[in-house]
Structure formats: structure tokens, C-alpha cells
DNA sequence: ATTTATGCAAAATCTTTGCATCAAC
DNA sequence: GTTGATGCAAAGATTTTGCATAAAT
């Protein structure tokens, strides 16, 4: 099942409709080569309007079908949630997201939320550097 | 030395100059009592102009006396710097942020990129939840 | 038929910029 | 006296909102 299928269904499931500026935002979001702007998926989408498409990215970082990824220059990327809690990997050199998952890391920060007293509800970790392809041929 | 002092010294060496609406944004910076954003940065500073202060926190930023902290809805608020690198503990409630290190913590990171080939740069760990006084009590 | 979603354009934010003036060195 | 910093207001960039219309259920 393709995320615009899937993300249609879970839509439909909790009451939103299924019209067809969402699906074409669906669609735009799953053929994504890379992490995108709110601005780059709008110019890809000519023929909706932008209103409609920030309120579908919205929607679907609410429901955690896309997810949000914070750069360093304080802009923000939105990248196809593959689905489960994880972390990012981002290249300052192509912009690509690698995903992780690090239940260590993970536990380490439940441990320093437990040390403060904290009660932990939700963390990011975001790494920035250079991947793999771009140290070695670059692109 | 207070940390308007040493901003002030730490950026006179590097070649900018001491000026006065640089030492006033300096000044409520250290006086502020909770993470600010720049808005109210600027709203504590009735007599000194918005790129004035715009242009100060970026400088600050730049030169780490400044940390910069993303918050779940994508707003950004800034605090003080403790110094070296640390991660933040961001209070939901109260919206206070608790700085740690964790040296285990960035060795894991590490890791990750190591076994991703990533040349990792930089990273960021924010975490989220409530504290232990809002907790407790609530404020 | 209802009710939700859309599209537009306007408004609200948030941040940067150009430029004349002013202050620091 | 040079050069960098300031303040203003205007321009940009980004996101939200009001509202009439259109589409989905």
C-alpha cells in the first residue's frame, strides 16, 4: 500500500474527506526525491492553493504521516514519515535525511530526563554533517 | 565577570565595537528570566531598534553566547549559553529549559554517524516534557 | 442537504535590507 | 577622519485567516 493510499485511508478513518487537492499533496509528498519546503512541495503543486497545502502538511505532521526536521539555519524540511519514532541524519552538502532508530540513545535520554526529575514526553536528535556520497565523489 | 562583561570582551577582541544599544541587549539578555523569543527581546528594549536587536542575536548566536532552541510547534526561543556544548530539557508547562551534557550521550551519536559513513558536524538534542517543579506542583 | 474543504487575497508574522546618520575607535 | 553600528521604514519571506464557493458525504 503507497503512503498516498495508506495516508488517504487513515484520513478517511478519522473522519477528514477524501478530496482531490489532498490527494495530489499526498502524491506530490510521496514522489519527493528530497526533504522538501512547504514552498518547493507548493511550486510543485501549480494547481492548489496554498492555503490548501499548508493546512495539509499541517494535518498530516499532526498525525505523524510527515515529519518535520529543523536545519541548523533555522529552516524547516518536511520528509515522509517512514513511520515509528526516529532520528535524522542530515547532510549539509545535499540536503538528504537518513533515517535512524537507537533504542541506547533513546534509553540514554530517558535516563537524563529521569536524573532531572523530568518527565519525558517527546525528544529530537538531529545530526548534521557530510554523508557518505558527498565525502566521497561529492554531487 | 558577568556575561555582559565578558560578551562585551569577548567581542571588542574579535573586532566589533562596544556600543551602547549592544550593551543594552547584552544586559537584558543576562537579566532575562525565562527563554525569551526575539519578539519579546525586543519588547524589553523600547529604546533600541528591531535590527539592532535582530542583528545582535544573530551575532550572539554565531559566537555560541547564544543558544538558539526549537520548540515543538517550530517557534524558537532563545537563552543564554552556558558555555560548551549541551543539550536542553524544554518544560511544556513552565517553558523553562534545563542544559546537560552527556558525554555517553554524544559517544552514541557519534556512533550512529560512524556506522551511517556520515562525517557528523554538529548535532542537536532537545527533550521535552514537563519539570520536576511543574510536576510537583505546578506554578 | 449538510458539512467540510478549497481558493483567493488579505492580513498577520517574522526577519532582513538599504541607506542616511551617528558613534566608536 | 575612518569605519562600523544604528534606526528607520520598506521590502521579503513565511504562514494564517476570512469568507464565498465548491465538493464530499
Chains 1, 2 share one sequence.
Request: aromatic share 6%; glycine share 8%.
Amino acid at each position: 500500500m503507497s503512503f498516498t493510499e495508506l495516508a488517504n485511508a487513515r484520513l478517511e478513518t478519522i473522519g477528514f474527506r477524501s478530496t482531490a487537492p489532498r490527494r495530489a499533496v499526498l502524491r506530490a509528498i510521496e514522489s519527493a526525491s528530497a526533504p522538501f519546503t512547504v514552498e518547493e512541495l507548493l511550486e510543485s503543486l501549480p494547481g492548489v492553493g496554498r492555503a490548501t497545502v499548508f493546512r495539509t502538511v499541517k494535518l498530516l505532521h499532526e498525525l505523524d504521516l510527515l515529519c518535520r526536521v529543523p536545519l541548523e539555519d533555522g529552516s524547516i524540511r518536511y520528509q515522509l514519515s517512514e513511520g515509528e519514532h526516529h532520528h535524522h541524519l542530515v547532510c549539509r552538502r545535499c540536503g538528504q535525511f537518513t533515517e535512524f532508530t537507537d533504542l541506547e540513545l533513546d534509553a540514554r535520554i530517558q535516563e537524563q530526563a529521569r536524573a532531572h526529575g523530568f518527565t519525558l514526553e517527546g525528544h529530537a536528535v538531529e545530526l548534521y554533517g557530510v554523508c557518505r556520497s558527498c565525502a566521497a565523489g561529492g554531487l
